[in-house]
């Protein structure tokens, strides 16, 4: 079973910028696609990015649409990490950002398999 770590969360202003990563441990994320979701306190949880196990040269990505041109979702299969760089911040990214790994080799929204504890991102206006 794998283990997923999220970091680098924290409080930014509108307009800021923030990297999260994601660190995995006890299996190799090489063949899973990944995924970013967050969750704001009482709603539920969004799905935010993914991104596709990289096969040759080809790297799949996918984002929600209200993040999309300001999120940029990545992978470093040598280091068994997943990032997501956030970009343009605005008060209503505030929430809690989870990272993710699916069963399976392409992107989606769903099957999602193993979680990470979540990392806390807020946005002051």
């Known amino acids: 079973q794998v283990q997923l770590v999220e970091s680098g969360g924290g409080l930014v202003q509108t307009g800021g910028s ?5 660190a995995a441990s006890g299996r190799t994320l090489s063949n899973s696609a990944m995924g970013w979701f967050r969750q704001v306190s009482g709603q539920e949880r969004e799905f935010v990015a993914a991104i596709a196990a990289i096969t040759r040269t080809v790297q799949n990505t996918y984002y929600a649409n209200s993040v999309k ?3 940029t979702i990545s992978r470093d299969n040598a280091k068994n ?3 997501l760089q956030m970009n343009s911040l605005k008060p209503e990214d ?3 950002y989870y990272c993710a790994r699916r069963s399976g080799f ?3 929204t769903t099957g999602y398999v193993d979680w990470g504890q979540g990392t806390q991102v807020t946005v002051s206006s």
Do not use: E, P, Q
């Open 69 to 71: 041109g300001r999120f």
């Open 106 to 108: 392409v992107v989606g």
């Open 18 to 22: 923030l990297r999260l990563s994601c």
């Open 94 to 96: 505030t929430a809690i």
């Open 81 to 83: 990490a997943v990032y």
